[in-house]
């Protein structure tokens, strides 16, 4: 995997592709409840500080860690693909593949390498393969969870050949 130095020039703003892997709108209320009932669990009916303390501690961190879940962003731009730190500069991009979740399950099951890279969300359906031809990284190919396989695709198609 290749990572981009931070002494490059400035490239232009315009991105091909972007998108955030948030979590669905029903993960939100589901997660909250499940703290609620933790922190009622723990305080049955007490007073003084455990009367609050598992409520005040619980929600925040319930709520920190669903956002933590859907921070993910997934970019084509300036030449990169991005996928949260992760760069690969699309001048390796051998080909992209968009993947179903049938394809998805393939390319992690039977058809895996572990050597890919593969950054993968069970709520998101879709999936791009991004083969690599780059020579010096043992990467074979990046797996990435999308919600729009063919756009995902397509913007990194089409900046690899605008590289």
Not at 63 to 82: F, H, K, M, S
Not at 129 to 152: K, Y
């Amino acid at each position: 995997m290749r990572q981009s130095s931070s002494s490059t020039a400035p490239v232009a703003a315009t991105a091909g592709y972007a998108e955030r892997l948030g979590l669905p709108w029903w993960a939100w209320p589901a997660g909250l409840a499940v703290a609620g009932l933790l922190a009622a669990e723990l305080w049955m009916g007490a007073s003084g500080v455990r009367a609050w303390l598992p409520f005040v501690l619980l929600l925040p961190a319930a709520a920190a860690t669903l956002w933590w879940l859907g921070r993910i962003r997934v970019t084509v731009q300036g030449g990169e693909l991005r996928v949260d730190d992760a760069r690969l500069p699309v001048r390796f991009v051998a080909d992209a593949v968009p993947l179903d979740a049938a394809g998805r399950r393939e390319v992690l099951g039977v058809g895996s390498d572990p050597l890919a890279f593969v950054v993968q969300r069970p709520w998101v359906g879709g999936a791009v393969q991004v083969v690599l031809d780059d020579p010096d990284d043992p990467t074979p190919f990046w797996v990435v969870s999308t919600r729009h396989p063919v756009e995902l695709a397509t913007a990194l198609l089409a900046a690899r050949d605008a590289a």
